[in-house]
């Protein structure tokens, strides 16, 4: 199957920035659109940004203009990197790809078990 590991999580200022990485592994046939979710208590998961193969984005209002996702396809590898964060930013951030594994030749979503980010003064 495939597998994601998160990283670049930690504690901030507000008005500070942080960079995300994730990067997938496993028996891989093609990866297609990869984001970030993230969570924060007590709430449900939602979509933070998204971009597919060509590099097409998308973007949760409340983060446009601060946010940027990006992806290295030859490293199998997103990243986001968050601006002017802010204490509302606050929630553990996960991964998300869709891709087709050897094991399965389906097209499935594969999750990331996620990175903490904390902004506060």
């Known amino acids: 199957q495939v597998q994601l590991v998160e990283s670049g999580g930690g504690l901030v200022q507000p008005g500070g920035s942080l960079r995300l990485s994730c990067a997938a592994s496993g028996s891989i046939i093609s990866i297609y659109t990869m984001g970030w979710y993230r969570q924060a208590p007590g709430k449900q998961r939602e979509l933070v940004a998204t971009i597919t193969y060509g590099g097409s984005t998308n973007y949760a209002d409340s983060v446009k203009g601060r946010f940027t996702i990006s992806r290295d396809n030859a490293k199998n590898t997103v990243y986001l990197q968050m601006n002017s964060l802010k204490p509302e930013d606050t929630a553990v951030y996960y991964c998300?790809?869709?891709?087709?594994?050897?094991?399965?030749?389906?097209?499935?979503?594969?999750w990331g078990q996620g990175t903490q980010v904390t902004v506060s003064s």
């Open positions: 998300k790809t869709d891709a087709t594994a050897w094991t399965t030749r389906r097209r499935n979503d594969y």
